[in-house]
Every structure is written in C-alpha cells, then in structure tokens.
C-alpha cells in the first residue's frame, strides 16, 4: 500500500494568515486530492489531481507539487476554513488517506 | 445534483456482520465514469478507503487487504444502490462508514459522501 503522510499535525493560525500544509507519499504518485472536513461532517472535496480546484471551492484554495511531495495552500485564512485537512492517493488501490492536518485558531 | 442516502444499523454485536445500503439518486450505480466506495472513520485508523465497485461493460470490485477476506460490495440496479457486507465483525471495525462517489475525468476523486453512519460493535 502507498503510505501518506501530512505534516504539521496540526497547526494554529489567525484570520488572514497564509497557510501551507504539505503531504508526502511513499512512492510516486500521479494523483493527489485534498480534501477539508468539520466536526461532524464528511469530507469535501477541495483539490484533485494535485492542483485542480473542484467546482465551487474558493479560489484562496490552491494545491501543488508532483511525484511524491505535495502542498496545499490557503492564501488567507477565513474563518470557515479551521477544519481538517486530508490528502489522498488515487493512483492505486488502495486509495489512502493522509492522518490529516487540523487548522485551529490561534 | 448527486445525494447518498446511507441505511443500516447502527449496533452490531461481535463476530456478525455489519450491513450497510446506499440509495442512490442523480447518477447511477451503472455509470461508466463513476466508482461507488465505502469509506471508514475511526479515531484509531483514521479515514480508511475500504473498496469500491464499479461497471465498464461489466462489474469491477477493488477491496483493502485489511478487510479483503471479509467484505462484499454489491451493487443492485433494481434499486440504483450499493451494500456493504463486512463480516466477523470486532469492536476493531467501530467506526463511522461512509458511502461515496468517486468520478473519474483521468483521476478518480471522491466528489459525494453520503451523511455517514456511526456503526458500534459491542454486545
């Protein structure tokens, strides 16, 4: 199985702020979604194929990277953006998902 | 506008099997360029992709190695929907499961969850 892994953990940020949390997978992968979710809540689909902004997401959203290193970017901090954050590999089964990264107030 | 509706128990006792349905509208169970998946969230493992069934011309079943030997994904066209069957169930598979839609365009992503059910394994 493809492992991923998502750094920091998590991470406190204010209204405004430009955040960056990055992904890493265990081998080379051609595609990566990122994915954002609330207490209580499914995940939301944000970013596909590593830099593809799905229908509806804000554009302060914005994915990148290739091959094993990836990143998502938020340009400035809203507050209905503090939620968790996962990565997932689509380009084998079993698609994984990162541990997630959670975005709280600081 | 594609919606997931998840039925099923919540409860299961130890050793039976867990049984899920999800109805389907705006798309469906046939599509060619759709996958329908069931997902897992525990606190433990986290978000677990645990398979998937799909039809190009004929039905495709992809499952994880961690519960391969004890699950079954069907699709049911009568009733445009998909089950899941997981079996020998322990308090381990406590989580809340998922149904989704994953849309491929060249890479699958999963575009719909249904709302989620709490599945707890206990007697």
């Known amino acids: 199985d493809i492992q991923m892994t998502q750094s920091p953990s998590s991470l406190s940020a204010s209204v405004g702020d430009r955040v960056t949390i990055t992904c890493r997978a265990s081998?080379?992968?051609?595609?990566l979604n990122w994915y954002q979710q609330k207490p209580g809540k499914a995940p939301n689909l944000l970013i596909y194929?590593?830099?593809t902004l799905q229908s509806g997401v804000p554009s302060r959203f914005s994915g990148s990277g290739s091959g094993t290193d990836f990143a998502l970017t938020i340009s400035s901090l809203q507050p209905e953006d503090f939620a968790t954050y996962y990565c997932?590999?689509?380009?084998?089964?079993?698609?994984?998902f990162g541990p997630g990264t959670k975005v709280d107030l600081k | 506008q594609v919606q997931l509706q998840q039925s099923g128990p919540g409860l299961v006792k130890p050793s039976q099997t867990l049984s899920l349905t999800c109805a389907i509208s705006?798309?469906?169970?046939?599509?060619?360029?759709?996958?329908w998946n069931w997902i897992r969230q525990s606190p433990s493992r986290g978000l677990e992709w645990l398979g998937r069934?799909?039809?190009?011309?004929?039905?495709?079943?992809d499952y994880a190695v961690s519960v391969k030997s004890r699950i079954t994904i069907n699709p049911d066209t009568s009733k445009n929907q998909f089950s899941l069957q997981l079996s020998s169930v322990t308090p381990e598979d406590t989580a809340v499961y998922y149904c989704?839609?994953?849309?491929?365009?060249?890479?699958?992503?999963?575009?719909?969850w249904g709302q989620g059910a709490l599945v707890t394994v206990s007697s």
């Open positions: 081998q080379s992968i051609n595609y």
């Open positions: 989704a839609r994953s849309y491929s365009s060249g890479s699958y992503r999963v575009d719909y």
């Open positions: 194929s590593a830099s």
């Open positions: 997932q590999q689509s380009y084998n089964t079993p698609f994984t």
């Open positions: 069934t799909y039809y190009r011309s004929k039905w495709y079943y």
């Open positions: 705006g798309d469906s169970v046939s599509s060619n360029s759709a996958a």
